[in-house]
């Protein structure tokens, strides 16, 4: 949606831009998910899109299997419902929404996510496969993995060692 490739970007961040990074499809994700969000005029609606805009979008979406349209209810009107691709995009939208809350919301959180069967509060968290939740983000780094093509990887690695050794 970016308009640009990145190409000399290799990086998740920069890919996952390409399919979610402009704020419409952002929030159109966001009312799919936590909204109830199906049709179309009910994302018109409660988003107050232009219509050519939003039929962009969830062309988009629905392009990138981050939505599927489907048959409505009513056998007529086509419904937008998110896909496992979708879905896996809550964690992401959740952990945007617990930054505005601290940094961009002074009156404190205008939505509260909860856990349905027992209404706990949910958040993300952070979480090393042996050590546990983590919550000094400076003791995250940055390696290559395996997409990584190894000129890139090779500068990488070498940054890494110096900063080890500093």
Same mark, same amino acid.
């Given at each position: 949606?970016?308009?640009?490739?990145?190409?000399?970007?290799?990086?998740?961040?920069?890919?996952?831009?390409?399919?979610?990074?402009?704020?419409?499809?952002?929030?159109?994700?966001?009312?799919?998910?936590?909204?109830?969000?199906?049709?179309?005029?009910?994302?018109?609606?409660?988003?107050?899109?232009?219509?050519?805009?939003?039929?962009?979008?969830?062309?988009?979406?629905?392009?990138?299997?981050?939505?599927?349209?489907?048959?409505?209810?009513?056998?007529?009107?086509? !419904?937008?419902? @998110?896909?496992?691709? /979708?879905? &896996?995009?809550? *964690?992401?939208?959740? =952990? #945007?929404?617990?930054?505005?809350?601290?940094?961009?919301?002074?009156?404190? !959180?205008?939505? @509260?996510?909860?856990? /349905?069967? &027992?209404?706990? *509060?949910?958040?993300? =968290? #952070?979480?090393?496969?042996?050590?546990?939740?983590?919550?000094?983000?400076?003791?995250?780094?940055?390696?290559?993995?395996?997409?990584?093509?190894? *000129?890139?990887?090779?500068? #990488?690695?070498?940054?890494?060692?110096?900063?080890?050794?500093?």
């Amino acid at each position: 949606m970016l308009g640009n490739r990145y190409d000399s970007q290799v990086c998740s961040i920069s890919r996952t831009l390409e399919v979610f990074g402009e704020r419409w499809t952002l929030l159109i994700m966001r009312n799919a998910a936590f909204a109830g969000s199906t049709r179309f005029v009910e994302f018109q609606r409660s988003l107050g899109i232009a219509t050519n805009v939003l039929t962009a979008r969830l062309a988009h979406l629905v392009e990138e299997g981050a939505l599927e349209r489907v048959v409505g209810d009513d056998g007529e009107q086509a !419904a937008y419902r @998110l896909t496992e691709k /979708g879905h &896996d995009l809550v *964690p992401a939208l959740i =952990a #945007l929404t617990e930054w505005g809350d601290r940094w961009a919301s002074p009156s404190g !959180a205008p939505v @509260l996510y909860r856990h /349905g069967p &027992d209404d706990h *509060p949910v958040r993300t =968290a #952070l979480v090393c496969d042996e050590c546990g939740p983590l919550t000094d983000t400076t003791e995250i780094e940055a390696l290559p993995g395996p997409g990584m093509p190894e *000129p890139q990887a090779a500068r #990488l690695r070498d940054r890494h060692r110096a900063r080890r050794a500093a």
